[in-house]
């Protein structure tokens, strides 16, 4: 049996059974061990140097400059006595390696905006949507793809294609999404101008819908919109240019249908996103361990431990692991 199984029935690290096999008797185990996150570091920078770093990357000098070109100026400058790499650890730690303007040091960028936290638990927490451009025949011809969609279960509720933009639109493709599966307990989008036009908002306050916004320039905060954006340009039948929007409108049409009932997920356990939606994923599952079950009575040796089918979605959302860092 290899060492690696054998520690790992045993509970027995592979460290401890290497030190008592080979014979190790310098080594003797600390009564209490502090963990290494907890230890105090003798080279670890001071509070006060940390507060340095972050006041000079949040200065209005220094506000449009990335981490390396802040640094290196700052070192320069003799402001500075550590690494880069600290320094690039200590901004990141401090949420400062991106758009840093109006921050402490008095940028004039404007108010901080706080980091969104949503979570989506069940079907119809959390809807996120976006607009994204889809190429026409000519260079200056451009469809504009407005995406809606659930996001516990990736289900694409509402979608459309336009020439422009605007709020008026977007508040009936909410209409006609809240008539068809209800009203999300939050909606999440970015700052555009839809988004928060009066319009849609008033839409939402009605509805009792809290409405939920990225921060400006973090595309991180709207990551499943931009990932189902992704997925739509990327896959293999999607034109790079459409011949009309019709044409767009078509295209979408389809790809979505199969998006939605048959592309296995990988962040829903291989189900589907209608599935999920619609709750028949449990019954899927179901059929899929019965399977297993049965292969692996049939082929026993082909199996070193009892398989079982990927589990359920669980727990998602927008910067959800940040979630125990704000309460």
Not at 3 to 15: E, K, M, N, S
Request: net charge positive; hydrophobic share 35%; glycine share 10%.
């Amino acid at each position: 049996m290899p060492v690696t199984r054998a520690c790992t029935l045993l509970g027995l690290p592979r460290a401890s059974y290497y030190r008592h096999s080979r014979g190790y008797t310098h080594y003797r185990p600390a009564g209490d061990p502090l963990p290494q996150a907890k230890r105090r570091q003798p080279a670890a920078l001071s509070e006060s140097e940390r507060d340095t770093i972050c006041d000079v990357l949040c200065s209005g000098e220094y506000a449009d400059l990335s981490v390396a070109q802040v640094y290196w100026r700052a070192f320069d400058a003799g402001v500075l006595a550590c690494s880069e790499r600290t320094f690039y650890r200590v901004a990141g730690a401090a949420s400062l390696v991106g758009d840093r303007r109006g921050r402490r040091g008095g940028g004039g960028g404007g108010p901080v905006r706080a980091r969104p936290v949503v979570g989506a638990g069940a079907v119809g927490d959390l809807w996120s949507w976006d607009i994204t451009e889809l190429k026409g025949p000519g260079k200056k011809d451009r469809y504009l793809l407005y995406l809606v969609i659930d996001v516990f279960s990736r289900y694409p509720v509402a979608w459309c294609i336009e020439f422009h933009e605007s709020g008026e639109r977007a508040v009936k493709l909410f209409t006609e999404a809240i008539a068809e599966h209800g009203c999300p307990s939050v909606l999440h989008a970015d700052n555009g101008a839809s988004m928060r036009s009066t319009v849609l908002l008033d839409l939402l306050e009605e509805r009792g819908v809290i409405a939920s916004f990225s921060r400006p320039r973090v595309s991180d905060d709207n990551p499943f919109s931009e990932s189902l954006f992704k997925t739509v340009k990327y896959d293999l039948t999607c034109p790079p240019v459409f011949d009309s929007i019709d044409h767009a409108r078509e295209w979408t049409a389809g790809f979505l249908h199969r998006y939605a009932t048959e592309h296995r997920h990988s962040g829903l356990g291989r189900h589907t996103p209608a599935s999920v939606f619609d709750g028949s994923a449990v019954a899927v599952r179901r059929l899929r361990q019965q399977m297993l079950d049965e292969y692996a009575a049939e082929f026993p040796e082909r199996f070193r431990r009892a398989p079982r089918a990927p589990e359920l979605p669980g727990s998602t959302g927008i910067n959800i692991h940040h979630l125990s860092q704000t309460g």
